[in-house]
């Protein structure tokens, strides 16, 4: 199985200001997925991160709001930019596991914003 | 894949019995369902896994149920226990590619 890590785990910001989220895997993974998880709610799809192209957004989300950087297979960055207390979630990456659809996920970063 | 709500289901069960967590799915094209746990400040992990061709899988103490008619999935645990205590969601694969809907997800909290 692979291990991911997330930094930070947790932070709370003000509103307006941007949040780096770091994601990093210990084996070389072609996709990786982002995710957020609103209090109480389930798991929403952000993008797709592939390596060596840009990101893949699903309805809801653009690369304005949520820029996404794949600089090598191993580890990715989501940055949630200009802030607003409805951004206040936990944020998961996740890479596709052994079985077919299956994933495996990081610790989360669990992000407030006042 | 959206959420359904504010606040999870919960579903409070006595140490030593059955749990049965229900799921809807949303899509009848989807070929391939998996059960995820999310402990407390934890990311989910993968707990049994069933291809729509199937009707029942069984793992250690967790049953899987999926009945395509309805488009309704479950997920028994026999003789829960407090580390079963978790949030429990369903996933569902509706098309191609590596991506999974997750369904809105059941708070199981777990008696002594």
């Known amino acids: 199985s692979a291990v991911i890590s997330q930094k930070p785990s947790r932070d709370i910001c003000q509103r307006g200001t941007s949040l780096t989220i770091q994601c990093q895997v210990d084996?070389?993974?072609?996709?990786m997925f982002w995710y957020r998880q609103q209090p109480g709610q389930s798991l929403t799809l952000i993008a797709t991160?592939?390596?060596?192209?840009?990101?893949?957004?699903e309805s809801g989300f653009v690369i304005d709001k949520f820029p996404i950087s794949r600089p090598n297979l191993t580890f990715s960055t989501l940055t949630v930019s200009n802030m607003s207390p409805e951004d206040s979630s936990i944020y998961l990456c996740?890479?596709?596991?052994?079985?077919?659809?299956?994933?495996?996920f990081g610790p989360g970063t669990r992000l407030t914003v006042t | 894949g959206e959420s359904v709500g504010l606040h999870l289901p919960t579903l409070s069960v006595q140490e030593g019995d059955n749990s049965i967590i229900n799921c809807a799915y949303s899509?009848?094209?989807?070929?391939?369902f998996i059960w995820y746990k999310q402990e407390s400040g934890k990311g989910p992990q993968f707990i049994i896994d069933?291809?729509?061709?199937?009707d029942k899988r069984q793992g250690q103490r967790v049953t899987v149920l999926l009945n395509k008619t309805v488009k309704h999935l479950s997920l028994q645990i026999a003789a829960t226990q407090p580390g079963d205590s978790a949030v429990y969601f369903c996933?569902?694969?509706?098309?191609?590619?590596?991506?999974?809907?997750f369904g809105g997800g059941t708070r199981l909290m777990v008696k002594p």
């Open positions: 996740s890479v596709p596991a052994g079985r077919p659809y299956e994933q495996y």
């Open positions: 084996s070389q993974v072609t996709m």
């Open positions: 991160a592939n390596q060596g192209s840009e990101a893949t957004y």
């Open positions: 899509n009848s094209a989807s070929d391939y």
């Open positions: 069933i291809r729509s061709n199937m």
């Open positions: 996933a569902e694969n509706p098309s191609v590619g590596n991506m999974l809907t």
